[in-house]
């Protein structure tokens, strides 16, 4: 089943794992709550969700990340790229727990953070 952040399509049981991959940083930091606090309604207790995000690396950028930053401009939109410590804060704060948190091994600009629901559903903060 796909969908489009924040709004999650209604499932007909609730879902054992969800994945997020490469998108995130599409969204600003009350969608990306939204989508975070969605994606725990949808889960079982103890269901996982599975996050792989983009960091944008400090520094001179290169070219790639010059032509990206054009085209989301270009589209209208802004890029919010967010660290892993503040991607797993935000997690954090709608109630997941922090299973993995990791920086790819085959891209040190990609991210992974394996969260899990808790048995009990907590507020998002």
Known sequence: ICGRAPELPELPSPADIILILDMLHYLDDGTLRDLFVHCSQ??????????RFVIRPAGKVSWFWRLEDRRVRWAGSVAHYRTPARMAAFLAACGFEIVVEK???????????????????????
């Open 42 to 51: 949808a889960l079982v207790p103890g269901g996982i969700l599975v996050t």
């Open 103 to 125: 920086i790819a091994d085959t891209d040190p600009e990609l991210a992974w953070i394996v969260a899990r629901r808790p048995q009990r559903t907590q507020k998002c903060a």
